[in-house]
C-alpha cells in the first residue's frame, strides 16, 4: 500500500461522506421531481430499513473475505438459517420471538464456527486455489439452500408475534414499530461490531488479520483462531438479519439466496473490509432501491441496484472506504 | 558484425528522467541512460536498487511516475508490455516463469512471433498456417539441439531442472527473435557445471548480433563476459563503464557492502589512489559502535541455535542447504552474504514463517522445529521481516498493541519503554502506519517487535531503503536493544556497517556457511568482499567457443 | 419398484434434446473458464439472450424462423462483447460477481412489466418453433424407438438436430483449441504476464474466449427454446448455470470433449435418482413422514450442490479423465 495512497485515503474520508450525503441528498431530491416529498421521505425510510438489513447480513461476508481473502457464496444460507431456526424456536417452540432470535444468532454463530472449521480450514490447509473455494461455495450454498426446502418446504411462513401492526404516522409518513426496531437492533450490532473491532484487543486481532496475516503470526496472533472467529461473527450476525428480514418479508427457503447479490451489492460499494463500508453501502444500495420505485417500475427496482454494483466494480473496485491495495 | 567503427555508438535503450516511488520510497531514479546497441551490457547493484523495476518500467510491466524512454529511437514510454515484446524487446523474468502444463516444443512454438494461425479468423484454416508452424517448429528444434534440450522436447516444462527451465526461458526469448534480450538474472538457481554453458551462450549471442542487457549478482560473470557494466544503487546509475573501470569504483564497493566505518581497511586495497581520502572523510561521519560483549561471553548457553537447517519455498529446491549458527545470550550476530545467498530464508526459517525439511532450530533448550511462528513468539522470539513490517491500517499505537498482544497487561508499562526509545514515535500514536516515511515505518517495525521484550530478535535488513541518516538511526536502535538484553540475529545487505555493530558473524553463499568469526575479523577479511564483488582483477577472456554445440544458422 | 422403468427414463434423458443444449452450454463455459480461466458466473444470461433473440422475433415481430436464431446468435454475441470489455481484465472474483449480476439484471428486465410487450414478461413467449418443426423429415404420426427408449417424430427430428450441433461445436473446438490460437489461451490462462512478454494480447484472447462461448450458450438456449416451445424468464436463473458449471467439472474443466460426457451423465444420473426417489415414495418403499412427493424434486439440487463441492475437492480433473493434470 503506497504512502501517498493511505494519505490520500485518510484526508479524503471526511470529504467522501460529505461527497456520499451529498449524492443520497440529490438523488432524493432529484426523485421528489417525480413524487412528492412525503413519498420521497417514505421511500428513503423504507429505504434506510432494507439497506441497514442488508449491512447487517453482509458484514460478515466483508470481514470474510478481508480476512481470508474468500468471497463467500453461500453466506445467503446463513441469513436463511437464522430466519429458520428463529421461526422453529418461535412457532413450533413457543418461545418469544426476543429468545429465539438470540438463539437464531447463536445457532448463526455455530453454523459459521462449522463451516470454518470443517470445510474451509482443511481447503486452506491443502492449498485449493481461489477460484475452487468458490465454486465450493457455490455449491454449498445449492446443497444447503435445497436442505432448507426439503425440510421448510416451499410457501413462506410468518413468526406468530408481529405479523400485524398499527403504523405510527409522523408528518404523513409512515413508520410500522418493528421497522423501527430493525433499524435500531441493525444499529446496534453494527456499532457494537465497530467499536469491538476498534477498541477491543481480539478486534484489533482481527484488524491486524486482515491486514497482515504473516505478521501477525509474528505478533504471536493465532491467526487460525481469529479466522475462526471472524466466521462465527459472520454467522451470527448474518443469522439476526435474517431474523430482522424475515420481520418484513416471512421466512422462506430461499430469502437468503434472493437478498445475496444485494448484499454483495451493498458491502462492495461500501468497501469491503470495514464496517463503515457496509453501513454506508447498505444505506445506498437501499435508498436507491426503494427510491427508483417513484418512478420506475417497482418490479425493475433491484436492477439499479445491481447496476450500481457492476459500475462500481469496473470502475472502483475498493468501493467507497475500501483500500485500493485490498483489490486485485 | 565486423570490426567496422561508426562514427558515433548506436543507442539501443536510451532512457531519460525515469522516475518510481513506492510508499514514499524512490525505487528508481534515472537521469539518463543508455544502453549500446550489439554488446553485452550488465546491470549490477546491490539489492533494492530497482534494477528489476526498471526491467518492468521499460517493457511495459510496470508504470512510471515520469520519464520517457526509447527503443532503438522510438519513443515507447507508456506502451502496453506485449507491443514491447512485439516491437522486439523481449524480457525474462527474475523467478523462471515456464508454461509447466505445456511441452518444451509447444514452449518454444507459442514464442514465435507473428503467427497467423493465431488469429482466430485463420486459426480454423490450416492451410493458412501450416506452412509457417512447421517452420517454426524447425527453429524451435534447432534452438533446443542448441541448448541441449532436445531430448526433453515433449516433455512437459514443469519435469524441467531449475538449470534446464532457464535455459528455456533464453531460448524461448531467442524464439520471438527479438531486437534486445534483457534477461534478469540468467544464472540465479543455475549449477555451476551449467553455468560457464550459459555465459558461453550469451557471448555467442553477443557476437552473433542481438544487443543483450542483463542483471546479474554473479560477478564472475559480469565480470568475465560484459563488454558494458551499468551500477544502480538507490535506483540510481553510480558507474558505467567497462567492468575493471567499475569494479575498481570506490562507490559501488561501498553500495554493496556499505559505507566504511574506519579508516580504509585491508577489504579495499586493490582501490585505486584517490580513494583513501575519500574513505577517511566518509568515516567521519556519526557511527555506531558495537556494545559491550555480554557478561555471559561465548560460553553461556545459546539462545537460539540452527542446526543443519535445510529450508526453502519449493521442498524440492531448498535454498539452505544444512545452515548452523547459534546466537549467545546479549550477542548481535550477523548474517552477511551476496544476493540470492539464503540470508532472508534463514530467518524465515528460523522463525517459522517457512517450514524446514531438515534439521532442527532451538530456542534455548527448547526444540521449535515443528512450532508455529505465532508459538514460538509466545515462546521468546521477536521478528521483523524485511518489508510489510507493519501493518498499515492500524494507528501507530494500535501497531504497539499488536506487539504485546500475548501480554496485554504489560501494555502501558512496555509502552513507555519502548516509547522512550523511539521518542519520535511519540507524535505520531493515531496515525496509520501505512501514512509514515520508510524510516519511520522501520522505527515502528522494530520497536512492535520490542514490545514483549524478546529473548532473540530476528531483524530482516533493517537498513533497506532508508537514508543514511536513518540508517545510522536503525543500528543505534539494535545496539540499545542489545544492551537491554535481546540477543539479535541480523541479517544485512549493508555489510560494513552491520559487522561494525555485531560480535560475531555469518556469510552464507549459495544457502551454506562459508565464513564465520568475529565481528572485527570479518570486517578485515578480504574475502568477505571477493564473495560479493568477484575477484577484483580481471580474468582473461576465454576462449568458451569449443563448449558450444554447432553455432545457429538463422 | 420398477428399476428398468427406471433405467429406461435415465437413458431417456441422457439422449433428450436438453441434454444437448446442455452439452453446447457446457461447450461453450468449458473454453471460458476451463481454457481462458474466466470464471463466468452469468452463462444462463448467454442462454436467455439467445432464446429471447428467436422468440422476440418470430412470435412478437413475426420475423421468420431463421432470422430469429441469426438474431439469437447475434445478440448472444453482442452480450458477450458488452460485458466482456470491461470486465475481462478483472480479478476472478469481481469477473464472477460482475457476470452474476449482468445475468441477473437481464432476467429482471426480461420478467418485467414494462418489457411485457416485448418479452412476454413473466408469462415468456410461445409459438416460434412452427417453422422449424414443419422441416421435420420424420413422419409425425409415429413413434420412433432408440433402443429400449421410445419418442415421438418431433423429439426425434429435435434430437438429431441438437446432437449434430453438438457434435459439430466439439469438432469446432477441438480444431480451434489444437490451433495456434487455442495455444495462446492455454498460455494466457497459465501465466498471464508470460503471455503478454511474448508479445500475445491478453485481453483480446480473453475476449474472443468470453464470446466464444456466450454464443455457444446462446445456441444452447434457442435449443432448449424450441424443445420447450416456451421461454421464460425463471428458466434462466443462476441455478441453470450452476448446474453448468457442475456438468464442466463433472467431466473435467479443460478437456475439449468432457463437457458432451459430463452433460449425458449428469442427466443419466439426476433422471435416474429422480425415477427411483418417486417410485420408492409412490410404492411405500420409503415412507418417511418428511420425504414425500414434493421432496423428490429436490433431491436433484441436493445432490448437484454436493457433487459440485466434492468433485472440485477432491477430483478437480473431473470424474471421466485419466491423464492428471500437471500442477504447477
Same mark, same amino acid.
Given at each position: 500500500?503506497?504512502?501517498?495512497?493511505?494519505?490520500?485515503?485518510?484526508?479524503?474520508?471526511?470529504?467522501?461522506?460529505?461527497?456520499?450525503?451529498?449524492?443520497?441528498?440529490?438523488?432524493?431530491?432529484?426523485?421528489?421531481?417525480?413524487?412528492?416529498?412525503?413519498?420521497?421521505?417514505?421511500?428513503?425510510?423504507?429505504?434506510?430499513?432494507?439497506?441497514?438489513?442488508?449491512?447487517?447480513?453482509?458484514?460478515?461476508?466483508?470481514?470474510?473475505?478481508?480476512?481470508?481473502?474468500?468471497?463467500?457464496?453461500?453466506?445467503?444460507?446463513?441469513?436463511?438459517?437464522?430466519?429458520?431456526?428463529?421461526?422453529?424456536?418461535?412457532?413450533?417452540?413457543?418461545?418469544?420471538?426476543?429468545?429465539?432470535?438470540?438463539?437464531?444468532?447463536?445457532?448463526?454463530?455455530?453454523?459459521?464456527?462449522?463451516?470454518?472449521?470443517?470445510?474451509?480450514?482443511?481447503?486452506?490447509?491443502?492449498?485449493?486455489?481461489?477460484?475452487?473455494?468458490?465454486?465450493?461455495?457455490?455449491?454449498?450454498?445449492?446443497?444447503?439452500?435445497?436442505?432448507?426446502?426439503?425440510?421448510?418446504?416451499?410457501?413462506?411462513?410468518?413468526?406468530?408475534?408481529?405479523?400485524?401492526?398499527?403504523?405510527?404516522?409522523?408528518?404523513?409518513?409512515?413508520?410500522?414499530?418493528?421497522?423501527?426496531?430493525?433499524?435500531?437492533?441493525?444499529?446496534?450490532?453494527?456499532?457494537?461490531?465497530?467499536?469491538?473491532?476498534?477498541?477491543?484487543?481480539?478486534?484489533?486481532?482481527?484488524?491486524?488479520?486482515?491486514?497482515?496475516?504473516?505478521?501477525?503470526?509474528?505478533?504471536?496472533?493465532?491467526?487460525?483462531?481469529?479466522?475462526?472467529?471472524?466466521?462465527?461473527?459472520?454467522?451470527?450476525?448474518?443469522?439476526?438479519?435474517?431474523?430482522?428480514?424475515?420481520?418484513?418479508?416471512?421466512?422462506?427457503?430461499?430469502?437468503?439466496?434472493?437478498?445475496?447479490?444485494?448484499?454483495?451489492?451493498?458491502?462492495?460499494?461500501?468497501?469491503?473490509?470495514?464496517?463503515?463500508?457496509?453501513?454506508?453501502?447498505?444505506?445506498?444500495?437501499?435508498?436507491?432501491?426503494?427510491?427508483?420505485?417513484?418512478?420506475?417500475?417497482?418490479?425493475?427496482?433491484?436492477?439499479?441496484?445491481?447496476?450500481?454494483?457492476?459500475?462500481?466494480?469496473?470502475?472502483?473496485?475498493?468501493?467507497?472506504?475500501?483500500?485500493?491495495?485490498?483489490?486485485? | 558484425?565486423?570490426?567496422?567503427?561508426?562514427?558515433?555508438?548506436?543507442?539501443?535503450?536510451?532512457?531519460?528522467?525515469?522516475?518510481?516511488?513506492?510508499?514514499?520510497?524512490?525505487?528508481?531514479?534515472?537521469?539518463?541512460?543508455?544502453?549500446?546497441?550489439?554488446?553485452?551490457?550488465?546491470?549490477?547493484?546491490?539489492?533494492?536498487?530497482?534494477?528489476?523495476?526498471?526491467?518492468?518500467?521499460?517493457?511495459?510491466?510496470?508504470?512510471?511516475?515520469?520519464?520517457?524512454?526509447?527503443?532503438?529511437?522510438?519513443?515507447?514510454?507508456?506502451?502496453?508490455?506485449?507491443?514491447?515484446?512485439?516491437?522486439?524487446?523481449?524480457?525474462?523474468?527474475?523467478?523462471?516463469?515456464?508454461?509447466?502444463?505445456?511441452?518444451?516444443?509447444?514452449?518454444?512454438?507459442?514464442?514465435?512471433?507473428?503467427?497467423?494461425?493465431?488469429?482466430?479468423?485463420?486459426?480454423?484454416?490450416?492451410?493458412?498456417?501450416?506452412?509457417?508452424?512447421?517452420?517454426?517448429?524447425?527453429?524451435?528444434?534447432?534452438?533446443?539441439?542448441?541448448?541441449?534440450?532436445?531430448?526433453?522436447?515433449?516433455?512437459?516444462?514443469?519435469?524441467?531442472?531449475?538449470?534446464?527451465?532457464?535455459?528455456?526461458?533464453?531460448?524461448?526469448?531467442?524464439?520471438?527473435?527479438?531486437?534486445?534480450?534483457?534477461?534478469?538474472?540468467?544464472?540465479?538457481?543455475?549449477?555451476?557445471?551449467?553455468?560457464?554453458?550459459?555465459?558461453?551462450?550469451?557471448?555467442?549471442?553477443?557476437?552473433?548480433?542481438?544487443?543483450?542487457?542483463?542483471?546479474?549478482?554473479?560477478?564472475?560473470?559480469?565480470?568475465?563476459?560484459?563488454?558494458?557494466?551499468?551500477?544502480?544503487?538507490?535506483?540510481?546509475?553510480?558507474?558505467?563503464?567497462?567492468?575493471?573501470?567499475?569494479?575498481?569504483?570506490?562507490?559501488?564497493?561501498?553500495?554493496?557492502?556499505?559505507?566504511?566505518?574506519?579508516?580504509?581497511?585491508?577489504?579495499?586495497?586493490?582501490?585505486?589512489?584517490?580513494?583513501?581520502?575519500?574513505?577517511?572523510?566518509?568515516?567521519?561521519?556519526?557511527?555506531?559502535?558495537?556494545?559491550?560483549?555480554?557478561?555471559?561471553?561465548?560460553?553461556?548457553?545459546?539462545?537460539?541455535?540452527?542446526?543443519?537447517?535445510?529450508?526453502?519455498?519449493?521442498?524440492?529446491?531448498?535454498?539452505?542447504?544444512?545452515?548452523?549458527?547459534?546466537?549467545?545470550?546479549?550477542?548481535?550476530?550477523?548474517?552477511?552474504?551476496?544476493?540470492?545467498?539464503?540470508?532472508?530464508?534463514?530467518?524465515?526459517?528460523?522463525?517459522?514463517?517457512?517450514?524446514?525439511?531438515?534439521?532442527?532450530?532451538?530456542?534455548?533448550?527448547?526444540?521449535?522445529?515443528?512450532?508455529?511462528?505465532?508459538?514460538?513468539?509466545?515462546?521468546?522470539?521477536?521478528?521483523?521481516?524485511?518489508?510489510?513490517?507493519?501493518?498499515?491500517?492500524?494507528?501507530?499505537?494500535?501497531?504497539?498493541?499488536?506487539?504485546?498482544?500475548?501480554?496485554?497487561?504489560?501494555?502501558?508499562?512496555?509502552?513507555?519503554?519502548?516509547?522512550?526509545?523511539?521518542?519520535?514515535?511519540?507524535?505520531?500514536?493515531?496515525?496509520?502506519?501505512?501514512?509514515?516515511?520508510?524510516?519511520?515505518?522501520?522505527?515502528?517495525?522494530?520497536?512492535?517487535?520490542?514490545?514483549?521484550?524478546?529473548?532473540?530478535?530476528?531483524?530482516?535488513?533493517?537498513?533497506?531503503?532508508?537514508?543514511?541518516?536513518?540508517?545510522?538511526?536503525?543500528?543505534?536502535?539494535?545496539?540499545?536493544?542489545?544492551?537491554?538484553?535481546?540477543?539479535?540475529?541480523?541479517?544485512?545487505?549493508?555489510?560494513?556497517?552491520?559487522?561494525?555493530?555485531?560480535?560475531?558473524?555469518?556469510?552464507?553463499?549459495?544457502?551454506?556457511?562459508?565464513?564465520?568469526?568475529?565481528?572485527?575479523?570479518?570486517?578485515?577479511?578480504?574475502?568477505?568482499?571477493?564473495?560479493?564483488?568477484?575477484?577484483?582483477?580481471?580474468?582473461?577472456?576465454?576462449?568458451?567457443?569449443?563448449?558450444?554445440?554447432?553455432?545457429?544458422?538463422? | 419398484?420398477?428399476?428398468?422403468?427406471?433405467?429406461?427414463?435415465?437413458?431417456?434423458?441422457?439422449?433428450?434434446?436438453?441434454?444437448?443444449?446442455?452439452?453446447?452450454?457446457?461447450?461453450?463455459?468449458?473454453?471460458?473458464?476451463?481454457?481462458?480461466?474466466?470464471?463466468?458466473?452469468?452463462?444462463?444470461?448467454?442462454?436467455?439472450?439467445?432464446?429471447?433473440?428467436?422468440?422476440?422475433?418470430?412470435?412478437?415481430?413475426?420475423?421468420?424462423?431463421?432470422?430469429?436464431?441469426?438474431?439469437?446468435?447475434?445478440?448472444?454475441?453482442?452480450?458477450?462483447?458488452?460485458?466482456?470489455?470491461?470486465?475481462?481484465?478483472?480479478?476472478?472474483?469481481?469477473?464472477?460477481?460482475?457476470?452474476?449480476?449482468?445475468?441477473?439484471?437481464?432476467?429482471?428486465?426480461?420478467?418485467?412489466?414494462?418489457?411485457?410487450?416485448?418479452?412476454?414478461?413473466?408469462?415468456?413467449?410461445?409459438?416460434?418453433?412452427?417453422?422449424?418443426?414443419?422441416?421435420?423429415?420424420?413422419?409425425?404420426?409415429?413413434?420412433?424407438?432408440?433402443?429400449?427408449?421410445? =419418442?415421438? @417424430?418431433?423429439? $426425434?427430428?429435435?434430437? #438429431?438436430? *441438437?446432437?449434430? !450441433?453438438?457434435?459439430? /461445436?466439439?469438432? +469446432? &473446438?477441438?480444431?480451434?483449441?489444437?490451433?495456434?490460437?487455442?495455444?495462446?489461451?492455454?498460455?494466457?490462462?497459465?501465466?498471464?504476464?508470460?503471455?503478454?512478454?511474448?508479445?500475445?494480447? =491478453?485481453? @483480446?484472447?480473453? $475476449?474472443?474466449?468470453? #464470446?466464444? *462461448?456466450?454464443? !455457444?450458450?446462446?445456441? /444452447?438456449?434457442? +435449443? &432448449?427454446?424450441?424443445?420447450?416451445?416456451?421461454?421464460?424468464?425463471?428458466?434462466?436463473?443462476?441455478?441453470?448455470?450452476?448446474?453448468?458449471?457442475?456438468?464442466?467439472?463433472?467431466?473435467?474443466?479443460?478437456?475439449?470433449?468432457?463437457?458432451?460426457?459430463?452433460?449425458?451423465?449428469?442427466?443419466?444420473?439426476?433422471?435416474?435418482?429422480?425415477?427411483?426417489?418417486?417410485?420408492?415414495?409412490?410404492?411405500?418403499?420409503?415412507?418417511?413422514?418428511?420425504?414425500?412427493?414434493?421432496?423428490?424434486?429436490?433431491?436433484?439440487?441436493?445432490?448437484?450442490?454436493?457433487?459440485?463441492?466434492?468433485?472440485?475437492?477432491?477430483?478437480?480433473?473431473?470424474?471421466?479423465?485419466?491423464?492428471?493434470?500437471?500442477?504447477?
Amino acid at each position: 500500500m503506497t504512502n501517498a495512497t493511505v494519505t490520500a485515503t485518510r484526508a479524503a474520508l471526511p470529504r467522501r461522506s460529505v461527497v456520499v450525503l451529498l449524492a443520497v441528498a440529490l438523488g432524493a431530491a432529484a426523485t421528489a421531481a417525480f413524487a412528492s416529498p412525503v413519498q420521497v421521505a417514505q421511500a428513503t425510510l423504507d429505504g434506510a430499513r432494507f439497506g441497514l438489513v442488508i449491512a447487517l447480513s453482509g458484514v460478515g461476508l466483508s470481514l470474510i473475505f478481508a480476512t481470508t481473502g474468500l468471497f463467500n457464496f453461500a453466506h445467503g444460507e446463513f441469513v436463511t438459517f437464522g430466519a429458520i431456526l428463529a421461526w422453529l424456536c418461535n412457532v413450533m417452540l413457543g418461545l418469544p420471538l426476543t429468545l429465539a432470535a438470540a438463539v437464531a444468532v447463536i445457532g448463526g454463530a455455530a453454523a459459521g464456527a462449522s463451516v470454518e472449521y470443517g470445510i474451509w480450514r482443511p481447503l486452506r490447509r491443502h492449498g485449493v486455489g481461489l477460484v475452487a473455494a468458490i465454486v465450493v461455495s457455490i455449491g454449498l450454498a445449492m446443497f444447503t439452500r435445497h436442505l432448507f426446502l426439503f425440510f421448510f418446504h416451499g410457501q413462506s411462513r410468518s413468526y406468530r408475534e408481529y405479523t400485524v401492526q398499527q403504523a405510527w404516522h409522523l408528518l404523513g409518513v409512515q413508520l410500522l414499530p418493528k421497522d423501527l426496531v430493525t433499524m435500531l437492533v441493525a444499529l446496534a450490532a453494527l456499532a457494537a461490531l465497530g467499536i469491538f473491532l476498534k477498541r477491543s484487543r481480539t478486534g484489533q486481532a482481527v484488524r491486524a488479520t486482515a491486514d497482515d496475516p504473516d505478521l501477525s503470526q509474528a505478533s504471536g496472533i493465532a491467526t487460525d483462531r481469529v479466522v475462526l472467529l471472524v466466521w462465527s461473527l459472520g454467522g451470527a450476525l448474518a443469522a439476526l438479519g435474517g431474523v430482522v428480514l424475515a420481520l418484513d418479508d416471512q421466512v422462506s427457503w430461499d430469502m437468503g439466496f434472493r437478498v445475496l447479490l444485494l448484499v454483495i451489492a451493498g458491502v462492495t460499494l461500501g468497501g469491503l473490509g470495514t464496517v463503515r463500508g457496509a453501513i454506508a453501502g447498505g444505506l445506498i444500495i437501499g435508498v436507491v432501491t426503494q427510491l427508483s420505485t417513484l418512478w420506475a417500475p417497482s418490479e425493475l427496482k433491484y436492477v439499479f441496484a445491481l447496476i450500481a454494483l457492476v459500475a462500481i466494480l469496473i470502475f472502483r473496485p475498493q468501493g467507497i472506504f475500501g483500500r485500493a491495495q485490498r483489490i486485485g | 558484425m565486423s570490426g567496422v567503427t561508426t562514427a558515433e555508438p548506436v543507442v539501443a535503450l536510451a532512457l531519460s528522467g525515469v522516475r518510481r516511488s513506492f510508499g514514499g520510497v524512490r525505487a528508481v531514479d534515472v537521469g539518463q541512460m543508455h544502453i549500446p546497441d550489439g554488446k553485452l551490457t550488465a546491470l549490477i547493484g546491490p539489492n533494492g536498487a530497482g534494477k528489476t523495476t526498471l526491467f518492468n518500467i521499460v517493457t511495459g510491466f510496470e508504470r512510471a511516475d515520469a520519464g520517457r524512454w526509447s527503443f532503438y529511437g522510438r519513443d515507447i514510454t507508456g506502451m502496453d508490455s506485449w507491443r514491447v515484446a512485439r516491437a522486439g524487446l523481449v524480457r525474462t523474468f527474475q523467478l523462471t516463469r515456464v508454461l509447466a502444463e505445456m511441452t518444451v516444443l509447444d514452449n518454444l512454438r507459442l514464442a514465435a512471433a507473428g503467427q497467423r494461425g493465431e488469429r482466430l479468423s485463420l486459426a480454423l484454416w490450416p492451410a493458412a498456417w501450416r506452412k509457417q508452424e512447421r517452420a517454426n517448429q524447425e527453429r524451435a528444434e534447432a534452438l533446443l539441439e542448441r541448448f541441449r534440450l532436445a531430448d526433453k522436447r515433449h516433455h512437459p516444462a514443469a519435469q524441467l531442472s531449475g538449470g534446464q527451465r532457464r535455459l528455456l526461458e533464453v531460448a524461448r526469448a531467442l524464439m520471438t527473435q527479438p531486437r534486445m534480450l534483457l534477461l534478469d538474472e540468467p544464472l540465479a538457481g543455475v549449477n555451476p557445471a551449467l553455468r560457464e554453458d550459459v555465459m558461453a551462450h550469451l557471448v555467442a549471442l553477443r557476437d552473433d548480433g542481438l544487443t543483450i542487457l542483463f542483471i546479474e549478482h554473479d560477478m564472475d560473470a559480469v565480470m568475465g563476459i560484459s563488454d558494458h557494466v551499468i551500477c544502480l544503487a538507490t535506483g540510481t546509475p553510480i558507474a558505467a563503464g567497462t567492468p575493471a573501470q567499475v569494479a575498481a569504483t570506490p562507490a559501488v564497493i561501498d553500495a554493496y557492502l556499505g559505507v566504511s566505518t574506519s579508516a580504509p581497511s585491508g577489504a579495499r586495497t586493490a582501490a585505486p589512489s584517490g580513494a583513501p581520502a575519500a574513505a577517511a572523510s566518509r568515516a567521519s561521519t556519526q557511527v555506531a559502535t558495537r556494545p559491550q560483549a555480554p557478561a555471559g561471553g561465548p560460553d553461556g548457553d545459546p539462545v537460539l541455535s540452527a542446526d543443519g537447517l535445510v529450508s526453502g519455498y519449493n521442498s524440492d529446491r531448498p535454498i539452505l542447504q544444512g545452515v548452523s549458527a547459534h546466537v549467545g545470550p546479549g550477542e548481535i550476530v550477523a548474517i552477511i552474504g551476496a544476493n540470492g545467498a539464503g540470508k532472508s530464508t534463514l530467518l524465515k526459517a528460523v522463525a517459522g514463517a517457512i517450514p524446514a525439511t531438515a534439521g532442527t532450530v532451538r530456542l534455548g533448550q527448547r526444540d521449535v522445529t515443528k512450532l508455529a511462528m505465532h508459538q514460538r513468539v509466545a515462546l521468546g522470539l521477536g521478528y521483523v521481516p524485511q518489508s510489510r513490517n507493519v501493518f498499515p491500517s492500524l494507528t501507530v499505537e494500535e501497531n504497539l498493541r499488536m506487539g504485546i498482544y500475548l501480554r496485554p497487561r504489560e501494555w502501558q508499562r512496555s509502552r513507555d519503554r519502548v516509547l522512550a526509545m523511539f521518542p519520535a514515535l511519540r507524535d505520531r500514536l493515531a496515525t496509520p502506519a501505512g501514512a509514515l516515511s520508510g524510516g519511520q515505518r522501520q522505527s515502528l517495525a522494530l520497536a512492535r517487535a520490542l514490545m514483549p521484550v524478546p529473548t532473540v530478535l530476528l531483524l530482516d535488513e533493517p537498513s533497506a531503503g532508508l537514508s543514511p541518516v536513518a540508517q545510522e538511526e536503525a543500528f543505534e536502535h539494535v545496539c540499545a536493544a542489545a544492551q537491554s538484553g535481546v540477543s539479535v540475529l541480523i541479517v544485512e545487505q549493508n555489510a560494513r556497517q552491520c559487522l561494525a555493530i555485531s560480535h560475531r558473524g555469518y556469510v552464507l553463499e549459495q544457502g551454506r556457511v562459508a565464513l564465520t568469526g568475529t565481528g572485527a575479523d570479518l570486517l578485515a577479511d578480504p574475502r568477505v568482499v571477493e564473495l560479493y564483488l568477484g575477484s577484483t582483477h580481471q580474468r582473461p577472456p576465454e576462449n568458451r567457443a569449443d563448449r558450444l554445440a554447432p553455432p545457429l544458422h538463422s | 419398484m420398477d428399476l428398468a422403468a427406471a433405467g429406461v427414463d435415465a437413458l431417456r434423458a441422457a439422449i433428450a434434446p436438453a441434454t444437448a443444449a446442455y452439452a453446447l452450454a457446457a461447450l461453450g463455459l468449458n473454453l471460458q473458464f476451463g481454457y481462458a480461466g474466466l470464471l463466468n458466473l452469468g452463462h444462463a444470461g448467454f442462454m436467455a439472450v439467445g432464446a429471447y433473440g428467436l422468440a422476440t422475433t418470430v412470435a412478437v415481430f413475426g420475423g421468420g424462423f431463421w432470422l430469429g436464431v441469426a438474431v439469437g446468435l447475434a445478440a448472444a454475441a453482442a452480450f458477450g462483447l458488452l460485458l466482456g470489455m470491461p470486465t475481462v481484465r478483472l480479478r476472478a472474483d469481481y469477473l464472477a460477481i460482475t457476470t452474476i449480476a449482468a445475468s441477473e439484471i437481464l432476467r429482471f428486465v426480461l420478467r418485467s412489466g414494462w418489457a411485457q410487450p416485448w418479452t412476454g414478461g413473466v408469462y415468456g413467449l410461445q409459438r416460434f418453433a412452427e417453422e422449424f418443426y414443419a422441416l421435420n423429415p420424420f413422419a409425425t404420426s409415429n413413434n420412433y424407438a432408440i433402443g429400449p427408449v421410445v =419418442v415421438d @417424430a418431433r423429439t $426425434l427430428w429435435l434430437m #438429431v438436430v *441438437g446432437w449434430a !450441433l453438438v457434435a459439430a /461445436a466439439a469438432v +469446432l &473446438l477441438v480444431l480451434l483449441l489444437r490451433s495456434p490460437w487455442g495455444r495462446v489461451l492455454s498460455s494466457v490462462r497459465q501465466d498471464e504476464d508470460l503471455a503478454r512478454s511474448l508479445g500475445k494480447n =491478453v485481453f @483480446a484472447y480473453k $475476449l474472443q474466449a468470453l #464470446v466464444i *462461448g456466450g454464443v !455457444l450458450g446462446g445456441v /444452447a438456449g434457442i +435449443l &432448449l427454446a424450441v424443445d420447450q416451445q416456451n421461454v421464460n424468464p425463471d428458466n434462466y436463473g443462476s441455478v441453470v448455470t450452476f448446474f453448468v458449471y457442475t456438468i464442466v467439472i463433472l467431466g473435467g474443466a479443460g478437456r475439449a470433449m468432457a463437457p458432451v460426457t459430463g452433460a449425458v451423465v449428469f442427466w443419466l444420473v439426476i433422471s435416474a435418482t429422480d425415477s427411483v426417489l418417486r417410485q420408492a415414495v409412490d410404492s411405500g418403499t420409503v415412507s418417511w413422514s418428511w420425504f414425500g412427493p414434493q421432496q423428490v424434486g429436490v433431491a436433484r439440487f441436493v445432490l448437484v450442490g454436493l457433487a459440485l463441492m466434492l468433485i472440485v475437492v477432491f477430483r478437480p480433473q473431473g470424474l471421466f479423465t485419466w491423464r492428471r493434470r500437471v500442477r504447477t
